[in-house]
């Protein structure tokens, strides 16, 4: 490949003007799960074109801005695994709640801290520093109610997520599976 052309091809790259759009997309999965996608592009007509074959592809529906984003909370989600830590289960939680967490949840092999938006940085620094590791700790949307699927419309609903996730411009995926 010549000099020139591949000179060309960076000065383009790094002179580039495109505007990246952060747009949410809502729509119904296999036996009426909620789903709500959220993507970066700089092609908007083709993200839309792609997320509604992919939910058709899968047996749903692509909805209208808020048919679905009602079923869902906007929460910091903070995740331990137990392993990781040598802090009792209490001492945790009272750590967690005392930094402003809302709620504190132990499972088979993790805790689950949720927060509201607002305090998820303050709350994730004050656990940083009594030297906990997270297996998970981001703001997400939050499912209010869960739907339990059948074989086959659990086999629709991996199909649904696994296409999404193949599209470039898709940034994450919530659902209201009870997985």
Known sequence: M?????NNAIKKAS???ENYEE???????PNGVAVIVQASTDNKNRTAADVRHVFDKAGGNLG???????MFNKKGVIVI?????SM?????????????AEDFSSEDEIYEITTDPADFSAVREKLEEAGLEFLEAEVQMVPTTTVKLDEKGTEKM???IERLEDLDDVANIYH????
């Open 88 to 100: 009792s289960e209490d001492d945790l939680m009272m750590l967690a709640l005392d930094a402003g």
């Open 23 to 29: 747009i949410t997309y809502e729509g119904y999965g």
């Open 158 to 160: 991996e199909r649904l």
């Open 176 to 179: 209201n599976w009870e997985e």
């Open 81 to 85: 695994e137990k392993e990781t830590t």
């Open 2 to 6: 010549p000099n020139d052309t591949i």
């Open 64 to 70: 209208t801005t808020g048919c679905v984003s009602y």
């Open 15 to 17: 002179t580039s003007n």
